[in-house]
C-alpha cells in the first residue's frame, strides 16, 4: 500500500508505503529489510517525491502462506458497506473494515504451519491494529 500525498491535484510525496512479505521460518526478517528496499521500494518510487519523511511499515510476520483472492477483496468492501448501513451511514469508516475483515478474510488465506481456532483471526486483527487508517485532510 503505498499513500501519496496531493496538492492541487499534484502528487507532492510518497508519505508511507506498507509492505508485507513472507519468508522462511529460519530467515531474519531484519535481514529482508534491506534488500526490500533497494530491489522494491526504491525501484518502485523511481520519479516519485520523497523525502526523509517516508513512513516504512514492514510487516514480516510471515504468518500466511497464500494470501486473499481479488473475490476475496470485493466480499471484504461489501461487508464494509453493510457494516456501515447497518450503523446508518451511507460512507464506510476504517473502523468497519477493521470490524469485518477478520470474519471476512480469514477462511480464504492459508496459515503458515498448524492453527488453532482463532490464531487466524487474532492474527488479523493484530495485524490490522498496527496499520494506521488512511485519512484524508478534507478542509484545506
Given at each position: 500500500m503505498v499513500i501519496v500525498e496531493?496538492?492541487?491535484?499534484?502528487?507532492?510525496?510518497?508519505?508511507?508505503?506498507?509492505?508485507?512479505?513472507?519468508?522462511?521460518?529460519?530467515?531474519?526478517?531484519?535481514?529482508?529489510?534491506?534488500?526490500?528496499?533497494?530491489?522494491?521500494?526504491?525501484?518502485?518510487?523511481?520519479?516519485?517525491?520523497?523525502?526523509?519523511?517516508?513512513?516504512?511499515?514492514?510487516?514480516?510476520?510471515?504468518?500466511?502462506?497464500?494470501?486473499?483472492?481479488?473475490?476475496?477483496?470485493?466480499?471484504l468492501y461489501k461487508a464494509s458497506q453493510v457494516t456501515a448501513a447497518l450503523a446508518g451511514r451511507d460512507y464506510v469508516l476504517p473502523e468497519d473494515v477493521r470490524y469485518v475483515a477478520p470474519y471476512v478474510l480469514c477462511h480464504r488465506v492459508t496459515f503458515n504451519g498448524p492453527a488453532r481456532t482463532g490464531d487466524i483471526e487474532e492474527t488479523f486483527s493484530r495485524l490490522l491494529a498496527e496499520v494506521p487508517a488512511p485519512l484524508e485532510n478534507i478542509r484545506q
Open positions: 496531493y496538492e492541487d491535484d499534484r502528487p507532492v510525496r510518497v508519505a508511507r508505503i506498507v509492505v508485507s512479505f513472507q519468508h522462511a521460518p529460519e530467515v531474519d526478517p531484519t535481514d529482508l529489510t534491506e534488500l526490500i528496499w533497494q530491489n522494491v521500494i526504491l525501484s518502485a518510487l523511481k520519479g516519485m517525491p520523497y523525502d526523509d519523511s517516508l513512513e516504512l511499515i514492514l510487516n514480516p510476520g510471515g504468518h500466511f502462506v497464500l494470501g486473499v483472492s481479488t473475490r476475496g477483496a470485493i466480499a
